[in-house]
């Protein structure tokens, strides 16, 4: 047994339900839509014969899946609407829980390609046209898509009264009594990366670098304000305030009403992973996706809260969860007004106070088995950390707790066969499933940290029960240069959904493509979302 799967084994612990913890939610980030109880039984995983990495231009799947395209970029959704670009997060909710084929399928939409959105070339993004912009500023944000199982096969409701977007030129009001940047609503939302769900049904999806398009307001060591510009050119043809970006944003499915939650705090969130306590109070845990930035707890003082309540930033050398309410650190009384200015500005807070830097946290989930919180560490190139680590902190009994034991679960790395954790979900048998983020600069590069033993971005599943219990196993290859992001389970665990994000990203131009995927031939690569099936599926899930 090698030392990572020891490691495995010792942490995640018994196969067992453990009930000193357990809370009475445990829908969040990915992935467990229906969570283990009492009465349920284990069931033992047959061998699983896992796949080789590969550099081959398709979704390749271990013997015994399959997938079908659910939707593709600009396929139509309604008479006004079509599919967002690069898929990210994904949430399915049935309309009616006795009937679980069908429902409503959320999907976000990270960021915007020019080259496929627009057709534009080029390093200096300030040339583009506002028509260029608007064009991007459309294809983010998210979409709510109406779906439904029929003969085994899910597929669109086209034009259904529920198919609705929500984009970057979207009204959101803020969840929070006082103005931010002296308003109550902001314009849009974007760079939509995970997210998670709420005990109430509706979903979060969480703005991530929001900055690449809003720009930054940046303090110096006197406290006084600049504006760092937007990477990609929005703010050349649309001015708003950066401060209106960088939060958790709460979407009612079937209204399509959203708010922008304030109390989470402003940064680049992955994730919104909730877990709601005996009482009805909410836990809601989020990572900062950016090199050297932190791992952050919400603990609500009222019931299904997101709003009244107290942030927390982790030091996970100590095992403390530190407050960041103004009126119990002296330290930010010093340097922000008010409690609002700290959440905007929670980064600088958090740092103030001791957090903890982190390899680039991502996704969070909840164990299953025994309520413990695991966190992808994805990597840190600023300190040569190229393969990440998965992190698992067990609270002090419950998750409303203040102190805690961190520990690496699983390193990644040339020898553990895993590398650059991102999106984590496990099944209602305890397994743990992720999804890898090589960079596309340097995935396939002979003189870079990947090759030859990792190519393609993958799906990797490390089983919980049989012989191959805690052995990381590959069982999905992304597209070229396409990352495998958003994995859900459906509420019969027949089914993964997951999204196939930016193939073919490193094209040149639309005449030198590196993907065709997914219709193959000349045809231009589109995001796309698919449907995972197949006996290993149900064998590993225990349906």
Known sequence: MNNSRRTFLKLFGKATVSTAVMPLFLESC??????????????????????????????????GLSYDVLISFKDNISEDDFFGFNNDFLCYIPLDKNN???????????????????????????????????????????????IQKYDG?????????????????????????????????????????????????????????????????????????TYKPAKYGWDVHYNYPPEHYGWVVEVDLKTGKAQKHVALG??????????????????AYSGDDKNNEFIYKFISSKPDSLKDGTLYVANTDKGKWISLNIDDQPLLQEKFKDQTEVLIRVREAAKLLGATP???????????????????????YDKENFHGSILKIEENGTHDALDFTAEDLLV??????????????????????FTSDMSGSKM???????????????????????????????????????????????????TLFLSVQHPGENSSSLKELTSHWPQGGNSLPKPSVICISGPLLENICGV
């Open 358 to 380: 982190q390899n680039r946290p991502e996704d969070i989930e909840i164990d299953p088995i025994n309520g413990n919180v695991i966190i992808a560490l994805t990597n840190n």
């Open 266 to 283: 402003r940064f680049a969130h992955e994730c919104c992973t909730l877990v709601r306590l005996e009482d009805g109070r909410i836990v």
């Open 444 to 494: 396939l590069k002979e003189d870079g940290p990947y090759f030859p033993e990792f190519k393609n971005n993958g799906l990797f599943l490390v089983p919980r029960t049989g012989a191959q219990k805690g052995q990381v196993i590959q069982v999905a290859s992304a597209p070229r240069d396409a990352e495998l992001t958003g994995p859900w389970f459906s509420n019969d665990y027949k």
């Open 30 to 63: 990915g992935n467990n839509p229906n969570h283990i109880s009492k009465e349920d039984k284990q069931a033992i995983i047959k061998d699983i014969i896992g796949i080789q990495a590969t550099d081959k231009d398709d979704v390749i799947l271990a013997e």
């Open 153 to 225: 096969k899910w597929s669109i409701v086209k034009n259904d009264p529920y198919n609705k977007r929500l984009n970057a030129f979207t009204e959101i009001p803020f969840n929070w009594e006082k103005p931010i940047a002296n308003s109550g609503v902001a314009i849009g939302t974007h760079s939509n990366c995970s997210g998670g769900i709420t005990p109430w049904n509706t979903i979060l999806t969480c703005e991530e670098n929001y900055d690449m398009y809003e720009g930054e307001t940046i303090y110096n060591e006197d406290n006084e304000p």
């Open 100 to 146: 679980i084929n069908d429902g409503l399928l959320w999907v976000n939409h990270e960021y915007a390609h020019a080259l496929f959105v627009n057709g534009f070339i080029g390093d200096d993004h300030t040339q583009k046209s506002k028509e260029d912009v608007e064009k991007e500023k459309y294809v983010v944000g998210g979409s709510i898509v109406r």
């Open 412 to 433: 990644g790395g040339k020898n553990s066969g895993f590398t650059c954790p991102d999106n984590l979900a496990f099944d209602k048998q305890g397994n743990l499933w």
